[in-house]
């Protein structure tokens, strides 16, 4: 396996960064096209049923997948830290910690979700109709997220350890089974919308077992580190974990962000075109997740290089691999907004045929919803450099806007002053918005320090 080490405070910052970002962007989508393979299956061998009913269960995931990326977020930032400063074994033990701390809340929360399945569907926002479908979903689901938590955290380890090419193929092998094992489940098998969640469970755990394997047995420096139990112990990992979520509390928020996105879509969407437009809905969330992941990719790859020369005090290199962030995610948020414009039609029907309802409000619909990709990838890298730095109120503040304060008065507003098409444009106004306030901030700042 790989295991040679990056030089974080040296090497060009371009060099860098490129050696982080490439793999990393890939292994990004490559854990989104576990969920669109999902899709694409779903749509063809169930239909926007199926869709629509997989859409409602994302946001749930996406609660889990949100408390994974905090702390993965929150203790490579540490780990960098310490490891800028030679106190390996600091960060070892914090790695240690996170991996504790989500499995044990992952195993009991999702126990509860599958005990009370029906409840939790009908929670969502489930029509009867879809009910049976998204109970089957969750059920046979949600009890390998511990092993996707092990890879959200696991992956940024890996990446840090120096080793960013495993961290690609443990999401790539994952990817790979999940399209097999939906194809053999879905048609020759014909189990519907449950082999298409047993399909994503077997693949999500491969993968979980295959990150943790690498920091159990081939790791550099990262790999866990046996902790104590005593009371003092107890309370030092408390201390360590509080400050851990701190840092990642706005990679929380971006995912929550999406939950709440797709649950007030869905709710909205179900309101004013009933359970078509929530499978038309679908379509444009099982497209979301990828262009989040590119926002992801750019944070991700950016924050070894700033977490640690900012630990170092080396501010001109920090200066450097954030504004190379940026220009990234405009050219890249561009480049798939663009796409998304130009070939609605095509990108509708890879799940589903042309000739349905469904299908009709997702190719009229996904233009506007994809003239706010540009902005959306844009506030993830900017959110993402402030956690690096540990910057944690400033960061927060910007995924609370993209949030709560912007998308659901959006949700609430825009189907009122543009009809359907406002639906679909409650999204890019809330991204927007909330670059707009990115861009005042930073030009206060700028004013400020001019000033004085």
Known sequence: MERNAIDLGTVDVPKLFRRMFLPTLFGMLSISAVTAVDGIFIGHGVGSDGIAAVNLCVPVMMVFTGLGLMMGVGCSVVAAVHLSRSQARAARINVTQALAFVSAVTVAATTLIVVFARQTALAMGSSERLLPLVVDYLQWFMPSMVFQMWVSISLFIIRLDGAPRVAMWCSVVSAALNVVLDYIFIFPLGWGVRGAAFATSLSVATGGVMALGYLLFFAR????????????????????????????????????????????????????????????FGVACYYTPFVFMVGNAIAQSAQPILSYNYGVGNFERVWQAGRLAVRTAVVCGGVVMLVFMAVPDGLVGLFLGSGGEAARIAIDGLPYFSAGFIFFVVNLAVIGYNQSLERMAVSTSFALLRGALFLVPSFMVMPLVAGTAGIWMAMPVSEFLTTLAIVAYYGARRMRRRSA
């Open 221 to 280: 420096t990262l790999r866990p580190e046996r902790v104590k139990l005593s009371a003092k112990s107890m309370r030092l990992t408390a201390r360590n974990l509080g400050y851990q979520c701190r840092i990642g509390s706005s990679t929380l928020l971006g995912e929550l962000t999406l939950a709440m996105l797709m649950y007030v879509g869905n709710v909205t969407f179900m309101r004013y075109l009933g359970d078509d437009g929530v499978g038309a």
